[in-house]
């Protein structure tokens, strides 16, 4: 076999594969093999027959047509291994000649894994963020179950701070058109705990229920949905219900109806306890990927156009299942962001370009640290999950070939990790 490589771009190649009969004759015979059961030759049973006897009596067309799918397949994985070629997608492949059996020519243009070059990453640092869990952050913890744990008493004054009101709202532009995800029905809102837009709380002060007010609210500047941010939006708010919130007394009786504990010691203990579990592994995911970023961004990567393409599309996925919890439409998030779905796409480019470069990174440096992934330690995490889920049906997608793939390439990356922090953790 003879292959000639010409790279068009750094993530592009074209491949010349000519083949000669020593090459086909091998791929020939694996093919008539297939043939033996199914074809019939007068002296001989079933898959006996010699191949000479069986190529006599096949349909010439149908061994063509098998002959070079397999021949096709089996050149190129083996040029692709010869040049150290890396596809990221299936090759576009023309026929160029064919003379049966005896000679083969074909070009195949494949988007492929451009050049990788690491940065020295066994000398990379990365700062650990400090975690600390304050007597202040425990009693806002305290503070917010003494809040739900309150008595609510309907009153038939007029609300005040510290009252939970129910009410009914809606928010429209400037146009007076309705602005998707501002509104609500029922809504139980605590005046003064600051969970609405700044000043939307104490617009609701002095109203009773069954009252009525309409007002303006000029949204931050770094409000999170960016169409929003700096506009005025008139809210029609209804209030249906008036709370007085008579909260419990913080003791050990409070501890006991809050949980399984016997004082109030006990209870803050355990919330400074889940606290700092919390921000130790927030700090831990903030250092290594600090620890991944700056190895990128050491490292020259060339990324194939169609990867990015591919991670945006799986970053819009789990974006629009996200939106299906929240009950809203794809299209109702693009009118709310205020933008089109194009440049919805050219806006999540940049970082699925970074994750697409990290992953191709880590690749890199499992190969480069020879790190594999052993079947038990895949049959001992595949388990483990097993075991979080209730459902037979669950347990069964993780039997699944392509899920296994993605639960051993999940371990590798975290092995992968885990040698960047031991090196990185070396003075």
Do not use: C
Not at 68 to 78: F, G, S, T
Not at 234 to 262: H, M, Q, R, Y
Request: hydrophobic share 35%; aromatic share 6%.
């Amino acid at each position: 076999m003879h292959v000639t490589r010409e790279q068009i771009s750094p993530t592009k190649s074209h491949l010349v594969i000519a083949a000669t009969a020593e090459d086909l004759q091998p791929i020939k015979n694996h093919v008539l093999g297939h043939f033996r059961k199914s074809v019939k030759v007068p002296g001989f049973r079933p898959g006996k027959a010699p191949i000479a006897l069986i190529e006599k009596n096949v349909n010439p067309q149908a061994l063509i047509d098998e002959f070079l799918e397999h021949a096709v397949n089996d050149l190129y994985r083996k040029a692709l291994d010869q040049e150290k070629v890396r596809p990221v997608a299936a090759p576009n492949v023309e026929l160029k000649k064919f003379v049966p059996y005896t000679d083969l020519e074909f070009h195949a243009e494949i988007e492929n894994i451009g050049d990788i070059k690491l940065a020295n990453y066994k000398t990379v640092k990365a700062a650990k963020p400090a975690v600390a869990v304050t007597a202040k952050d425990v009693n806002d913890i305290i503070a917010n179950l003494r809040q739900r744990m309150a008595e609510r008493v309907e009153v038939k004054r007029a609300a005040k701070d510290g009252d939970e009101v129910v009410i009914d709202f809606a928010g429209k532009d400037e146009d007076d058109k309705p602005i998707n995800g501002a509104d609500g029905k029922d809504y139980p809102l605590v005046i003064g705990s600051k969970s609405f837009i700044p000043g939307f709380e104490d617009e609701l002060i002095g109203l009773k229920s069954n009252e009525e007010k309409e007002f303006k609210i000029t949204f931050p500047k770094d409000y999170g949905v960016a169409a929003l941010q700096n506009k005025k939006v008139t809210f029609k708010t209804s209030v249906k219900k008036v709370n007085e919130l008579k909260e419990p007394k913080i003791d050990d009786e409070f501890a006991k109806k809050a949980g399984p504990f016997k004082s109030l010691t006990d209870l803050k203990a355990d919330i400074k306890t889940q606290l700092k579990a919390e921000r130790e592994n927030e700090a831990k995911n903030q250092y290594e990927n600090r620890l991944i970023q700056q190895i990128v961004e050491k490292s020259t990567v060339e990324v194939p156009e169609v990867l990015v393409e591919e991670q945006v599309q799986r970053m819009e996925d789990e974006e629009e299942r996200n939106l299906v919890y929240r009950g809203q439409t794809w299209q109702e998030h693009l009118e709310a962001e205020g933008i089109t779905e194009e440049q919805h796409r050219e806006r999540q480019k940049p970082d699925a370009e970074l994750r697409v470069k990290a992953g191709l990174v880590l690749s890199e440096i499992a190969d480069r640290e020879q790190l594999s992934v052993e079947p038990e330690e895949l049959e001992i995490r595949k388990e483990a999950l097993k075991s979080q889920y209730k459902d037979p049906g669950m347990q069964a997608e993780l039997d699944k070939p392509e899920n296994q793939q993605d639960l051993a390439a999940q371990l590798l990356t975290e092995k992968t990790i885990a040698k960047l922090v031991e090196y990185s953790s070396k003075s």
